[in-house]
């Protein structure tokens, strides 16, 4: 019997899971050795085979098109890799491989190739040498037939499972919805990044940052993956089992307990009202946050309906998606933030030439404005669905005063054209920005002037104020909410909207964060938007807290200098005020706690 081993990694979504393994790899990385029986060496040949045929299929028809577009020329190179793949001292070595390592089809690829890219490297002639782009593009084109296959094996996934992954984009993470995916975890990836995001939106544990065990794990090895603790457990004993079943159970009567909390208001002893709203990336969670006692969306993430398409939606799409939105939400308000595609959102076209340093590069904003008739074709879209019922527009990234004027005056537009077409949509709709670059921050009150509301984005404030990508599992320990250079910024742009008299909130995931629900009310937030499934955890603490613990609290928080002190106050304290709320194992976890 192999042992019980466990690995540490980051949390980032919460929940228990026990199950077997799924491991999900990807074309771009490298490809682990997995062993495969004996009588499975006639499987991996004909997958070979299959891949084969595939690829010389696409290269005959990428051939005729280059022929005909740019000429015979450019034809030939296709020609070139065909010839390749029909050359059997190529492929014979493969087959050999699968045979006599007993190893899968894609391994055989990628190692056979290796060895024919370090040849050519290694050749003194010129002409050979720039024939490793070759190889690496021919390898490439098999892999995709190979791989693709075992991630259509997604689609036919039908027993439950913990799916493992050297990294997810939020494009695949999204995949996983309708399918029995039980929780994932990954090699890389952090806290905030928008695949962790996309985790808590389908409520199911996530566990990135597990360095390494992408290649350790084995399709059907029996798991537990910890979310709370950001822990995972493969081939668990009986008596570890045990306690996580108990655990789990635990868990599920936490929950039924606060779900008797849905209907009441999000009131603190004496009688402050907080708004509590839902973070959705599609329509149809809007009932998520309303069976979670959720007040409305502060944040509609629209992109991800885009993510999940193979094309930018239409208009009409969009319409509709948006007018389902309004019309599941019984009058309760909503928040599109138009499109923030880039950085770890990247669309299956745009994913073809990825930029060298996405986070500061055309993304969010910049992007839309960079690509009017697209940005007008959503904001027609908002504007129409704002006749079903409360919308709010928001723009995202905002780090420049022309940025906002531009986006104000390609709405402007919008909004005549569709007077003029007698189209109907709400005249008086609120527009504000996300406050999520120091810039913007730091400019609050003069930008107050000129919009309706504030969102603070922390998940991205955070990353551009220290200068910690919020992705990379390996600067995690430097990412958080509790440096107080961030606090400081948090405060300026509420006492901005406070002296303009413009609502201020907090969208970030360290809003859903219990540790640090008293001091954002201490630093006078009102509303809170978070994944819909702490609502419940929200709502639990703020209707056991009075204003001016909060407001106590909060000052002495700010009067620290370095992050670890802050941290350490927030999590004594949150112990010390609500102790109720951290008596349950999956209450105590939140996603921005280090
Ligand atoms: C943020 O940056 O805090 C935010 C809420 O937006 P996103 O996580 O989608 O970047
Ligand atoms: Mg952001």
Redesign the pocket.
């Known amino acids: 019997m192999v042992r019980m081993e466990t690995f540490k990694g980051i949390a980032v979504s919460p929940g228990l899971a026990i199950g077997q393994v799924f491991v999900l790899d990807d074309v771009r990385t490298r490809i682990p050795r997995r062993s495969i029986p004996l009588n499975a060496i006639e499987h991996e040949k004909h997958r070979f085979a299959d891949a084969l045929s595939g690829a010389k299929g696409e290269l005959i028809e990428l051939s005729a098109q280059a022929a005909e577009r740019l000429g015979s020329e450019s034809a030939k190179i296709f020609d070139f890799h065909q010839l390749m793949l029909r050359d059997r001292s190529l492929t014979l070595p493969i087959e050999g491989r699968i045979e006599r390592d007993r190893v899968t089809a894609e391994y055989a690829v990628q190692e056979q190739f290796r060895t024919l890219a370090d040849m050519f490297r290694g050749m003194d002639n010129e002409t050979f040498r720039t024939k490793v782009d070759d190889v690496w593009d021919l390898e490439r084109r098999l892999l995709k037939h190979l791989i693709g296959e075992h991630r259509s094996a997604l689609d036919r996934l039908d027993r439950p499972a913990i799916v493992i992954a050297r990294d997810l984009t939020p494009t695949q993470t999204a995949s996983f919805q309708g399918k029995p995916v039980k929780g994932f975890a990954t090699d890389l990836g952090g806290l905030?990044s928008?695949t962790a995001?996309f985790a808590r939106a389908l409520q199911i544990p996530a566990v990135v940052g597990l360095d390494g065990f992408s290649d350790i794990a084995e399709d059907g090895d029996p798991v537990i993956l910890d979310g709370e603790r950001g822990v995972l457990i493969l081939r668990p004993d009986e008596h570890t089992l045990e306690s996580y079943r108990e655990a789990i159970e635990i868990a599920r009567r936490v929950a039924v307990s606060l779900a008797s909390l849905a209907e009441l208001p999000a009131q603190t002893t004496d009688g402050t009202r907080v708004l509590l709203m839902g973070?959705i990336e599609f329509a149809d969670e809007m009932q998520v946050v309303i069976d979670q006692g959720g007040d409305g969306v502060g944040?509609f993430?629209t992109e991800f309906l885009w993510l999940t398409s193979d094309h930018e939606p239409t208009e009409e799409e969009q319409y509709q998606h948006y007018t389902r939105c309004l019309s599941l939400s019984r009058g309760r308000e909503v928040t599109f933030r138009t499109f923030?595609l880039g950085a770890d959102k990247y669309t299956q076209e745009r994913a073809e030439d990825p930029e060298r340093n996405p986070f500061l590069g055309c993304r969010s904003i910049r992007y839309c404005l960079q690509n009017v008739p697209m940005f007008k074709r959503q904001l027609r879209a908002i504007l129409r669905a704002s006749a079903h019922g409360r919308s709010r527009i928001m723009f995202?990234l905002i780090t420049d005063d022309l940025e906002l004027r531009q986006a104000r005056i390609i709405c402007k537009d919008v909004m005549e054209d569709l007077e003029e077409e007698g189209i109907p949509f709400d005249a008086s709709v609120p527009i504000g920005i996300?406050v999520?670059t120091p810039a913007a921050a730091l400019m609050a009150g003069s930008y107050a002037g000129e919009v309706s509301f504030f969102s603070i984005?922390?998940?991205?404030?955070i990353q551009y104020t220290l200068a910690v990508d919020r992705t990379n599992e390996k600067v995690q320990n430097l990412y958080s909410a509790a440096h107080p250079a961030v606090l400081k910024l948090v405060k300026d742009v509420i006492r901005a909207g406070r002296r303009h008299n413009i609502p201020v909130s907090l969208?970030?995931?360290v809003a859903g964060d219990t540790h640090y629900t008293l001091l954002l009310m201490g630093l006078g937030l009102r509303t809170l938007s978070v994944t819909p499934s702490r609502l419940p955890f929200l709502k639990r603490i703020v209707r056991s807290v009075d204003i001016q613990t909060c407001e106590r609290l909060a000052r002495t928080a700010c009067s620290f200098e370095s992050e670890r002190q802050v941290t350490a106050y927030l999590r004594d304290q949150a112990r010390k005020i609500i102790p109720e709320a951290f008596d349950g194992r999956s209450v105590e976890a939140g996603p921005g706690t280090r």
């Open positions: 905030t928008h995001i973070n944040l993430r923030d995202p996300m999520e984005g922390t998940n991205d404030l969208c970030g995931e």
